[in-house]
């Protein structure tokens, strides 16, 4: 293992990709710093982060929020590069649109001005989301790569689910790019799908939840009948791989997957016969929302290699859901 690779801040250090992203740059020889909401009353359990390998020694935690984007200033200080994960989700939409779409834009610039201001940041990364690439118009692409952008006027218009929650994704993105490109800051973003696989986080995954839904029973609120994947290790590589990278450029998608919920059904029932998974015929009758594929060959061409089978992502998750008694 590599040592002294420097410092580097991550940003909403308790979610699921980004406490994946932690324990993966301990592994790699580098010290986070990591943000997380201020918890007045100490209540929050924070030691699936400090009992990571390497964690007690190189991992540093502070707080911070997007509603006070100065606050990021001290994590970001002395750090070599940023990972970008923290975002408000709000799918019940409870606030205006408006609202979030502000405070998450402020927050992420507040980070890119902390980032200028150190004058060690070298490069952010930001954890986009497939939804920034999938809603391009009425009619639904087949495929999709990185220079397709979810049409805001139209998700405004439709209210779609997380309707807003997305168009502050593709809004925050453009802005986070285009600061880059003004400041003269790098500034590169990764494009998830689904997120599958182990988990060191405490709280179940939704991405996981969702990818798991015919093993948890519940059929009838599929909702999709095919879905874009990429293993948690694998995208958490693919962020150090753009931190890393002698000169990315933009967007990447990273979703090395397309899979039909028939084939996930398979794949579960073939190696877990234990759950009642419905039947391939059962599967094909279900109606429900054609994700499109994204494809990730910028990313390959630039030299990433993905790891994981579909197998291993729903294998892995299925064995962590055991392990943490949601299964």
Known sequence: MAEGKGTVCVTGGTGFIASWIIKSLLEHGYSVNTTIRSDPGRKRDVSFLTNLPGASAKLHIFNADLSDPESFGPAVAGCVGIFHTATPIDFAVNEPEEVVTKRTIEGALGILKAAVKSKTVKRVVYTSSASTVSFTGPEPQDVVDESAWSDVDLLRNLKPFSWSYTVSKVLTEKAMLEFGEQNGLEV???????VVGRFVCPKLPDSVERALIL??????????????????????????????HPNPKGRYNCSPFIVPIEEIGEIISTKYPEYQIPTVEELKEIEGVKLPHLTSQKLVDAGFEFKYSVEDMFTDAIECCKEHDYL
């Open 215 to 244: 093993v948890f029973g519940k059929k009838r609120d599929i909702g999709v009948t095919r879905f874009h994947m990429v293993h948690v290790d694998d995208l958490a590589r693919a962020h150090i791989f753009l931190l890393e």
């Open 188 to 194: 590169v973003s990764l494009v998830p799908p689904f």
